[in-house]
T-cell receptor, first 115, second 114 residues
């Protein structure tokens, strides 16, 4: 079974600064997708960014970018110019054919953004 | 924008009682997922449907939990009898086959067992 590990239970960043959230995963597969999801308090899970394992180029979405290190099985999320609305739980997730295409989530990182 | 509908939004039940949650996925999404999310942790897959068939229910506590998706559209997750440890958020998500078009999550049902 694949495991997703987020080693930072909580992170804090000042508004306008940059923060990086860590994620590592364990798999023997070569074809898979990785995701970062955001879950604001009492609100639904929304997709932040996704990365196909076969693509070497790191995905970016506006202020959000990833550092995908396939050999190291590392998938970190960088949030630039942090905003108060970025405060939320962030989950790293893995998906592959062997997992039935279901998302397998890490335990999450709680991000606090201070003014 | 299309949404995954879940009801009820909140549910308080006494232990040993029965409780049921309902999910209506995005129209046309063949795959439906039920996740359980304990406070402060990541969602864990309980059951996955492809149309009306169960694809994966390996983590579903089958002695007390059941799930169905009779017509391959909406789905019901039932717990009987509920236990204190079942207190959690129950999330429903849907996707097209293989999740290629992305996953859409509902707002969840927060269950409190007292």
């Amino acid at each position: 079974a694949q495991t997703v590990t987020q080693s930072q239970p909580e992170m804090s960043v000042q508004e306008a600064e940059t923060v990086t959230l860590s994620c590592t995963y364990d798999t023997s597969e070569s074809d898979y997708y990785l995701f970062w999801y955001k879950q604001p308090p009492s609100r639904q899970m929304i997709l932040v960014i996704r990365q196909e394992a076969y693509k070497q180029q790191n995905a970016t979405e506006n202020r959000f970018s990833v550092n995908f290190q396939k050999a190291a099985k590392s998938f970190s999320l960088k949030i630039s110019d942090s905003q108060l609305g970025d405060a939320a739980m962030y989950f790293c997730a893995y998906r592959s054919a062997n997992s039935g295409y279901a998302l397998n989530f890490g335990k999450g990182t709680s991000l606090l953004v201070t003014p | 924008e299309a949404e995954v509908a879940q009801s009820p939004r909140y549910k308080i039940t006494e232990k040993s009682q029965a409780v049921a949650f309902w999910c209506d996925p995005i129209s046309g999404h063949a795959t439906l997922y039920w996740y359980r999310q304990i406070l402060g942790q990541g969602p864990e897959l309980l059951v996955q449907f492809q149309d009306e068939s169960v694809v994966d229910d390996s983590q579903l506590p089958k002695d007390r939990f059941s799930a169905e998706r009779l017509k391959g559209v909406d789905s019901t997750l039932k717990i009987q009898p509920a236990e204190l440890g079942d207190s959690a958020m129950y999330l429903c998500a849907s996707s097209n086959r293989q999740g290629a078009g992305g996953y859409t999550f509902g707002s969840g049902t927060r269950l409190t067992v007292v």
